[in-house]
């Protein structure tokens, strides 16, 4: 995953789908910063709708860290631990 530039917040909220569902932008957002997603040769928002719920929370938290807080937390991290918990106030 990468850092979101503005236009990966901006761009889909011109989305006629986020216009009828606004949470729809968090699966837009997280297709376009989501480089790689195991074998997955290219992540759209079609495999961000087919994720199990555990693991499309798994990809929002992980964007809240990259985006919103120390991203150095995740080097101290071992492979399928929780990520810490802390609130985060966004816009």
Not at 16 to 42: C, Q, W
Request: net charge negative.
């Amino acid at each position: 995953m990468r850092l979101a530039c503005a236009r990966d917040e901006i761009e889909p909220l011109r989305d006629p789908r986020v216009k009828e569902n606004e949470s729809y932008a968090t699966v837009i957002v997280l297709a376009r910063v989501v480089s790689e997603l195991g074998t997955v040769p290219r992540v759209t928002t079609q495999t961000i709708e087919s994720l199990f719920v555990s693991d499309f929370s798994y990809l929002q938290d992980l964007y809240r860290i990259i985006n919103f807080q120390d991203a150095s937390v995740l080097d101290s991290l071992e492979p399928g631990a929780p990520f810490p918990q802390s609130s985060v106030e966004v816009g």
